[in-house]
């Protein structure tokens, strides 16, 4: 297994700028594991591949305004931090541009304008990591998140009007530097219709970092670091998934990232599935045995991805990058504001 395997080339147009309105009118590849068949879709119809019974599993994480600009305290220069993983209190991981002689010490300043009263937030250095990677304390964290902006990905070159179409309907728990993607999907009536048809909805957190981004440059990708990511899995949902998965109900896990926490608390507790809170570095790739997850609905993913990595361990790699092959020709729309694909 290698890296390359899992790479494809994707012309530029059919990457998402923008994202559909309303926003169950995306298309929906419909993937059957068994049969080795590929359906084509619009996403609400997903209601009609749901049963009574069914568990779908949704990521509540809101993504915060993780981009923020400020000046060096010391020169005026200007500066750009994007917040990537908080580590402690008013302390954050994150990407200082331009990173040059910002170093240990370095002092920044944070600025509102005149819609946020001219709130001032202060900033140091405090450490060094791998990457660029800075260690910085700010001042006051609830100001500062009053001063930032929502981050798109790197490969979203168009401005969004609404802030609130970065984020899924449910997100409640903020922390995330990128949106849980497959799930901007859904509209509040759809899951009414959808909890309508019997199926049972639960939530857990994942607050994903901008590293969910990055190919693996290891031509082995066993050899590559995973990005940790915090997550919460609490009591009552473990007790419903060990109940579902007991009396052989599905589970459906609303993207990678719930699939994510969701097989980490089930390879390290014992069965039932016991309750989980911390980082989360599952590796998932083809050859390992999913405990949990009985079938994913994802979005289309970067080429040599550990996401696309993680789909192909589930679906397996030659019918997952045939389903890609179709779903360039058919030009669906890919990446975070693009089409979706649901594994069954």
């Not at 012309?11 to 068949?37: C, F, K, N, W, Y």
């Not at 031509?219 to 998965?245: C, F, M, Q, W």
């Not at 009985?294 to 789909?311: E, G």
Request: charged share 25%; glycine share 8%.
């Amino acid at each position: 297994m290698k890296t390359s395997d899992f790479d494809y080339y994707l012309p530029s147009e059919l990457i998402a700028q923008t994202p559909i309105e309303p926003r169950d009118q995306s298309q929906l590849m419909v993937l059957d594991r068994s049969r080795g068949s590929i359906e084509h879709h619009q996403f609400f119809e997903i209601v009609d591949y749901l049963r009574a019974g069914d568990v779908l599993v949704f990521n509540d994480s809101r993504v915060i305004p993780a981009r923020i600009r400020g000046k060096k305290a010391d020169t005026g220069g200007k500066i750009e931090l994007l917040l990537l993983r908080q580590m402690d209190t008013a302390v954050w991981e994150a990407l200082v541009k331009p990173g040059k002689r910002v170093d240990i010490g370095t002092r920044l300043e944070i600025t509102g304008d005149s819609t946020t009263g001219g709130v001032k937030v202060w900033a140091e250095i405090t450490g060094l990591g791998e990457g660029g990677v800075k260690v910085v304390r700010f001042s006051d964290e609830k100001r500062l998140l009053q001063l930032g902006r929502v981050p798109l990905p790197p490969y979203i070159h168009t401005p969004l009007a609404d802030a609130e179409r970065y984020q899924t309907v449910y997100a409640r728990a903020p922390g995330s530097a990128a949106a849980p993607t497959a799930g901007l999907h859904f509209t509040p009536q759809l899951l009414e219709q959808i909890k309508g048809k019997g199926v049972q909805l639960l939530f857990v957190t994942l607050h994903i970092g901008l590293d969910t981004f990055r190919p693996v440059r290891e031509e082995d990708p066993r050899k590559h670091l995973i990005h940790k990511e915090y997550g919460i899995l609490t009591p009552e949902v473990a007790n419903e998934l060990s109940r579902a998965k007991k009396e052989g109900r599905r589970i459906i896990c609303a993207g990678t990232t719930t699939v994510r926490i969701i097989e980490q608390a089930a390879q390290s507790q014992a069965t039932p599935l016991e309750p989980f809170e911390g980082w989360v570095n599952l590796l998932a790739l083809p050859g390992y045995q999913f405990h949990m997850v009985d079938a994913m609905l994802t979005n289309f993913h970067l080429p040599r991805s550990t996401l696309l990595m993680l789909v192909a361990a589930f679906a397996g790699r030659e019918f997952i990058m045939r389903a890609y092959e179709e779903a360039i020709a058919r030009k669906y729309r890919f990446y975070s504001f693009g089409d979706a694909m649901f594994i069954t």
